[in-house]
């Protein structure tokens, strides 16, 4: 007697290559919205209070009125410290919108990187100075790229913040 067993593997290319010939329209990103400015934000909950200033001045005064206030950049510790080390802040303040946080500039004999800044933007930034970098500054680079590429997967480092 002659067994003969089938193996089918499915993945999920095979699944979306049946629609491959279907032509899905283009989406416009929404006028309105390329123009969008940031506004601060408090949200209150019944356990956390959220606040989300665009200023520096706005996130000194927030942390002068709440000086045990948890600041958050990226946000990919909280689960971490709360999950595993039992940690709960009532009061969090996030810096993602205040403009000097989140800006990188290449200096004549080194570089200012905001706290703000997604590790995926400092590499961005890093591989687009490259090209215009002395040799030294060029070693340098390519260890910073190095080191960041060991830092959680690709989704980790288009959130997770150099602060």
């Given amino acids: 007697m002659k067994i003969s067993i089938l193996i089918i593997i499915s993945t999920t290319e095979d699944k979306l290559l049946k629609y491959d010939d279907i032509k899905c329209p283009a989406l416009e990103f929404p006028p309105s919205l390329l123009h969008h400015k940031a506004q601060s934000i408090?949200?209150?909950?019944?356990?956390?209070e959220w606040y989300r200033p665009v200023t520096l001045v706005e996130l000194v005064s927030l942390k002068n009125q709440h000086p045990t206030a948890k600041i958050v950049s990226g946000n990919t510790m909280m689960q971490i410290d709360r999950k595993f080390k039992n940690k709960n802040y009532p009061i969090l303040?996030?810096?993602?919108?205040?403009?000097?946080?989140?800006?990188?500039?290449?200096?004549?004999?080194?570089?200012?990187?905001?706290?703000?800044?997604?590790?995926?933007?400092?590499?961005?930034?890093?591989?687009?100075?490259?090209?215009?970098?002395?040799?030294?500054?060029?070693?340098?680079?390519?260890?910073?790229?190095?080191q960041l590429n060991s830092f959680g997967s690709e989704q980790i480092r288009n959130v997770a913040t150099i602060g």
Avoid: R
């Avoid at 408090?42 to 956390?48: A, L, N, W």
């Avoid at 100075?129 to 190095?146: D, E, G, M, P, V």
């Fill in 42 to 48: 408090h949200i209150k909950g019944k356990s956390v």
């Fill in 93 to 146: 303040i996030g810096v993602s919108h205040i403009q000097e946080l989140n800006t990188m500039k290449k200096l004549e004999n080194g570089m200012i990187i905001g706290a703000g800044i997604t590790i995926a933007k400092v590499k961005e930034y890093l591989k687009l100075w490259l090209k215009t970098l002395s040799t030294h500054q060029i070693s340098t680079c390519h260890a910073l790229l190095n």
